[in-house]
């Protein structure tokens, strides 16, 4: 079946250093991919998505490119600040059918 | 065994009701969670509650109401405000919602209105 392997944690950085949080997938078929985000009390928030290969999700400086050669979905950021301090998931399923991650607990340090 | 429950696994509406769609789990955990799925869209958050008797509006809680009267239970009504109701509904709980948790999923109720 499907499956995701997402990088385990914790991930401590300092401001403005080059984030990447990797995460591979195992899956028949070539499903959506996702990066949600959870802050401190907070729900999961979609942060970025690709539904196809070579597609690039972006969002609050945010990046993943959806890799079919190396079946890869890393989450990348050249310049992390306090605030993205957070919890990162990936996810490959589709429709009815998670597949996360564990996801990694990031702390940006001023 | 420890887990979540939702109930039920398909619902049907027609245009103008509410429905509730309901959320048990037994594994104690504090935080609970509303998520909204369609197609190629991901997760949605709609509502959660971190503590009983006190919840919070996520992205798209519009049309949406909750209650959490129970630490067990967070069922969630789509009243007839909410616009596109058709979609796949999941409830999800963590132990505390304050660090790295993953978050345990329910089945889903499949909402479909006629």
């Known amino acids: 079946g499907n499956s995701v392997t997402q990088m385990e944690g914790p991930v401590t950085l300092s401001e403005e250093a080059f984030l990447t949080i990797n995460c591979t997938y195992t899956?028949?078929?070539?499903?959506?991919l996702f990066w949600y985000v959870q802050y401190p009390g907070e729900g999961l928030q979609l942060l970025l998505k690709a539904t196809k290969a070579d597609d690039k999700g972006s969002n609050k400086g945010f990046e993943a490119t959806y890799r079919k050669e190396t079946t890869s979905f890393h989450l990348e950021k050249g310049s992390v600040q306090v605030s993205d301090s957070a919890v990162y998931f990936c996810d490959g399923g589709s429709q009815g059918n998670l597949i996360f991650g564990k996801g990694t607990k990031l702390s940006v340090k001023p | 065994d420890g887990g979540i429950t939702q109930s039920p696994k398909y619902l049907f509406r027609k245009e103008g009701q509410n429905v509730t769609l309901s959320c048990e789990q037994n594994l104690n955990h504090d935080a609970m969670y509303w998520y909204r799925q369609d197609p190629g869209q991901g997760l949605r958050l709609i509502y959660y509650s971190q503590i009983v008797n006190d919840f919070q509006k996520g992205d798209i809680a519009e049309g949406y109401s909750v209650s959490r009267e129970k630490k067990e239970s967070f069922p969630l009504t789509v009243t007839s405000a909410q616009k596109n109701p058709t979609a796949f509904y999941l409830c999800?709980?963590?132990?505390?919602?304050?660090?790295?948790?993953?978050?345990?999923f329910g089945p889903g109720t499949r909402l479909l209105v006629l």
């Open positions: 899956a028949t078929g070539y499903p959506s």
């Open positions: 999800a709980s963590t132990p505390t919602g304050q660090g790295q948790e993953t978050q345990y």
